[in-house]
């Protein structure tokens, strides 16, 4: 987005990521951006230098391999033969705000035989300096961020 427009854009995320995983950020020039969740459309507001989004209306990914999300994700994880048969290992975002979160589902019913790995991606999750493992069939969770001591911590339970 240009530098010194104050605008509002709606922009939907329509990319396909499930080969290259890559995320979506829209951002000015000089100053910071907002990454899109997957099949996201959203309201972004530019202030002329940082981008802000709000009414945000999620997708969902289904990732094949080690994946990295962002704020407001919905992971569909399935480690069955259907899916892509094997543990899974999902990244949490790298610098979390308070606030932030992302969902994970098992939509494979597979999690006891092929674990879901959370990596933490520096912050705590639970208080741990430590990746959460999900062995549980038909887990459905939320985490979100609390603060830097506590880190990551359910929103609501497996």
Do not use: C
């Not at 290259?20 to 459309?41: D, E, I, M, N, R």
């Not at 979390?96 to 674990?115: K, Q, T, W, Y």
């Amino acid at each position: 987005m240009p530098d010194t427009a104050e605008r509002v854009f709606i922009v939907e995320d329509a990319t396909d990521r499930s080969a290259s995983l890559f995320t979506l950020t829209v951002k000015t020039v000089s100053g910071t951006g907002l990454a899109l969740p997957v099949g996201s459309t959203t309201v972004l507001y530019s202030d002329g230098t940082n981008i802000t989004g709000k009414l945000q209306t999620k997708g969902y990914i289904t990732p094949g391999a080690t994946y990295t999300t962002v704020n407001g994700d919905q992971v569909l994880v399935d480690t069955s033969g259907s899916g892509i048969g094997a543990p899974v290992t999902i990244n949490l975002p790298a610098s979390p705000s308070v606030g932030d979160e992302v969902h994970f589902i098992d939509s494979g019913n597979n999690l006891a035989s092929n674990n879901l790995t959370i990596g933490r991606n520096s912050s705590n999750i639970l208080g741990a300096a430590s990746d959460l493992v999900v062995s549980t069939n038909t887990a459905a969770f939320t985490l979100v961020y609390v603060n830097a001591t506590r880190g990551w911590a359910y929103k609501d339970n497996i």
